[in-house]
């Protein structure tokens, strides 16, 4: 059982370039959410999705898109990224949303935008 | 709305030492979940605990034990006697019920406190 997988674990983009970082789950969760931690600070959400199709921002969307074709994968995408985009992104999946079960975070990736 | 606020920024303590970290939370609903996570240097985010608003009890496990006071809207977490293993950033969140239009589940960070436990 993979958990939640993140990829890419690092890298490093030019302003103004695209990329898209991916969260893939493997535990059939429909609740799913993409943080970003700048540094110092703690995690803010940035959008989420409550199943496949559904997906709605959260505090810090500016910049970002994301879909949800699938149960399974939650991509992030960055749009014409910016040095304030530069941050450690995690992944998260839950079975529900009642707060009472287990969070499953992916390890991170961090990206920075020169 | 809410929020959580650990204020101390960082602690810096000599292993074996005892070390309490804050956390003060802000709420309207009455069902709501705590949770604690630890950021090592590595940078993943470890699961420590998870309580909701109906259970005071305090906890232990092994030399983790955690404070749950509704009164002071309180959450505090205690190591003792700290090992250097132990060194990490500190993560006290929040989780409120879903409810239409407002929270889908995701949680509500602290700015986290970094502990250094020196030998």
């Known amino acids: 059982n993979a958990g939640v997988t993140q990829t890419p674990k690092f890298r490093i983009l030019k302003i103004g370039q695209s990329m898209t970082l991916q969260c893939a789950q493997d535990?059939?969760?429909?609740?799913m959410y993409w943080y970003r931690q700048d540094p110092g600070m703690g995690l803010k959400l940035i959008y989420y999705?409550?199943?496949?199709?559904?997906?709605d921002k959260g505090e810090v969307p500016n910049g970002y898109n994301v879909s949800r074709s699938t149960t399974e994968d939650f991509p992030l995408r960055l749009e014409l990224a910016a040095p304030s985009q530069t941050s450690v992104y995690f992944c998260?999946?839950?079975?529900?949303?009642?707060?009472?079960?287990?969070?499953?975070f992916g390890e991170g990736s961090w990206l920075t935008v020169v | 709305a809410q929020k959580v606020t650990q204020a101390q920024t960082e602690i810096s303590v000599v292993e074996k030492e005892d070390v309490t970290l804050d956390c003060v939370y802000e709420?309207?609903?009455?069902?709501?979940?705590l949770f604690w996570y630890k950021q090592p240097p590595s940078g993943e985010l470890v699961f420590l605990i998870r309580?909701?608003?109906?259970?005071?009890q305090n906890e232990i496990s092994g030399r983790y034990s955690w404070n749950f006071q509704k009164s002071t809207s309180s959450f505090n977490f205690t190591i003792t006697a700290s090992q250097v293993v132990d060194s990490a950033v500190y993560f006290c969140?929040?989780?409120?019920?879903?409810?239409?239009?407002?929270?889908?589940?995701?949680?509500?960070f602290g700015k986290g406190t970094k502990l250094s436990v020196k030998p």
């Open positions: 998260a999946s839950t079975p529900r949303a009642d707060g009472g079960n287990t969070i499953y």
């Open positions: 535990m059939n969760h429909n609740y």
């Open positions: 999705s409550v199943g496949a199709g559904i997906t």
């Open positions: 709420t309207r609903d009455t069902t709501y979940y």
């Open positions: 309580r909701n608003s109906f259970d005071e």
């Open positions: 969140a929040l989780s409120e019920a879903p409810n239409y239009g407002g929270s889908q589940g995701n949680l509500i």
